[in-house]
């Protein structure tokens, strides 16, 4: 991402990096102060790494009918949309199936280089063994269902920050940026938001990486090449397949996609990867614009994606 305004602040948050840019210098504190508010109530809710998360409560009472916070029905019912949406290539029921491949803790602490691990191909529980009451936020889930809302937590945590933070300095511009999840609030710099595409978010800034335009909504990249650990001398990562209930075996190592929310972008790059040769055509269906780098680094771009100079269309919903 470009540094072009003078508002910055970096941090770490939920797992990965935090940054926060608004127009204004002088919103900073306000703008912070309202991220980091977002950020702590998503944690305590929706963290699978925490065990006194009221997501971890919910998994230790199956077969229970469990009244939820709002902010966790937010999240859950996100994770739901996710799911339907993509056919089930994104599903909050991997729960197990991610442990179960090594991704048992906060990334910043799991074994990088590991002792071999017996993980057995099987498709995950499914999204439909979820019985949530929208209206009453009452959930169920059966017995052996893990709920993990990784692939779309983060980003709502992007958009409800950008948000709040918009707010809080009275209509000023934001970007904030969690770890390759990022949203955009309130009146855009002159010339929009410029983001560089990478497949680290924490990457320094390059005038020979690709960069897209953006004056509204969200853009996510999703990778199988940073969150990655070895076990046995197997290359594992977390981004899971559930029809496999293994890491995701495709062509695509990034998928980057520009959508109306950071959720929604978030949904479609991991589906993208998770899809495999299928994703170019499920992604201009849905006429989003989007970015795919294969295993050998070549690079395809649906229709949608911008030329040099010429914002991308964020506009685009599920």
């Known amino acids: 991402m470009t540094t072009s305004v003078l508002g910055i602040a970096d941090d770490q948050a939920l797992g990965g990096s935090l940054r926060l840019v608004v127009t204004d210098p002088r919103s900073l504190r306000a703008a912070k102060a309202a991220v ?3 950020i702590e109530a998503i944690d305590a809710a929706a963290s699978r790494f925490r ?3 009221e997501l971890s409560r919910l998994n230790a009472a199956p077969e229970k009918e469990v009244a939820v916070s709002m902010l966790l029905g937010q999240a859950i019912t996100a994770g739901l949309r996710g799911a339907q949406l993509t056919e089930g290539a994104v599903d909050p029921t991997v729960g197990t ?24 191909a099987t ?21 052996g269902v893990e709920i993990d809302l990784g692939a779309t937590a983060k980003a709502l945590a992007a958009d409800l920050a950008a948000r709040a933070a918009a707010e809080a ?7 904030v940026s969690l770890g390759g999840d990022i949203a955009v609030a309130g009146a855009a710099p002159a ?43 197997v290359s594992l990562h977390h981004i899971i397949d559930p029809a496999t209930g293994l890491p995701a075996d495709g062509p695509w190592r990034t998928a980057t996609v520009v959508a109306a929310t950071c959720v929604d972008a978030n949904i479609a790059s991991t589906a993208a990867i998770v899809k495999g040769h299928r994703a170019l055509a499920w992604l ?10 294969d295993q050998d680094g070549s690079v395809e771009r649906t229709s949608r994606w911008p030329s040099v100079g010429v914002p991308a269309n964020s506009r685009r919903s599920l």
């Open 36 to 38: 980091d508010e977002v």
């Open 123 to 143: 498709q995950v529980p499914g999204w439909r063994a979820i019985r949530f009451e929208a209206a009453t936020r009452r959930v169920w889930i059966p017995r």
């Open 169 to 175: 300095i009275a209509g000023g511009g934001v970007l």
């Open 97 to 120: 199936a991610v442990k179960l491949a090594g991704y048992d803790a906060d990334f910043a602490q799991v074994i990088k280089d590991g002792g071999p691990l017996r993980v057995r």
């Open 191 to 233: 010339g929009g938001w410029a983001v560089q595409v990478s497949e680290d978010s924490g990457a320094p800034v390059d005038s020979r990486e690709e960069t897209v335009t953006i004056n509204d909504g969200g853009i996510a990249t999703s990778s199988t090449t940073v969150r990655r650990w070895t076990r046995g001398a």
């Open 284 to 293: 201009e269906s849905r006429g989003l614009a989007a970015r795919l780098v």
């Open 51 to 53: 065990p006194d998360s």
